[in-house]
Nanobody
Framework: QVQLVESGGGQVQPGGSLRLSCATS????????IAWFRQAPGKEREGVSC????????DYADSVRDRFTISRDKAKNTVYLQMNGLKPEDTAVYYC???????????????WGQGTQVTVSS
């Protein structure tokens, strides 16, 4: 059963930007650790970024650090992933995940979305 809904994916040229959104009407996201994962064709799913529920501390994969930013809008019950300086190797299906406990980049999150496609090409 889908618990989270991602949006904002699309096709963009190298160097461009996209903002992904993760939302739900089923629970209050600020009480959950939220993570973004991605999976490219033929590759394993990998963690991209996550944000804690207690103090909004963030973490990023080395491949996206300084280019991607995760943030919360508590009023909108939404978590965003701002992606700047996109590269062809960022092409993947991006998923958001939620859990009450800190899971970092482990994929053992309780709740997942269905994903949104991001394609970076010229």
């Amino acid at each position: 059963q889908v618990q989270l809904v991602e949006s904002g994916g699309g096709q963009v040229q190298p160097g461009g930007s996209l903002r992904l959104s993760c939302a739900t009407s089923r629970f209050v996201l600020e009480n959950y650790v939220i993570a973004w994962f991605r999976q490219a064709p033929g590759k394993e799913r990998e963690g991209v970024s996550c944000i804690a529920s207690t103090d909004d501390a963030t973490d990023y994969a080395d491949s996206v650090r300084d280019r991607f930013t995760i943030s919360r809008d508590k009023a909108k019950n939404t978590v965003y992933l701002q992606m700047n300086g996109l590269k062809p190797e960022d092409t993947a299906v991006y998923y958001c995940a939620a859990d009450e406990a800190w899971k970092g980049f482990s994929d053992r999150y309780d709740y997942w979305g269905q994903g949104t496609q991001v394609t970076v090409s010229s």
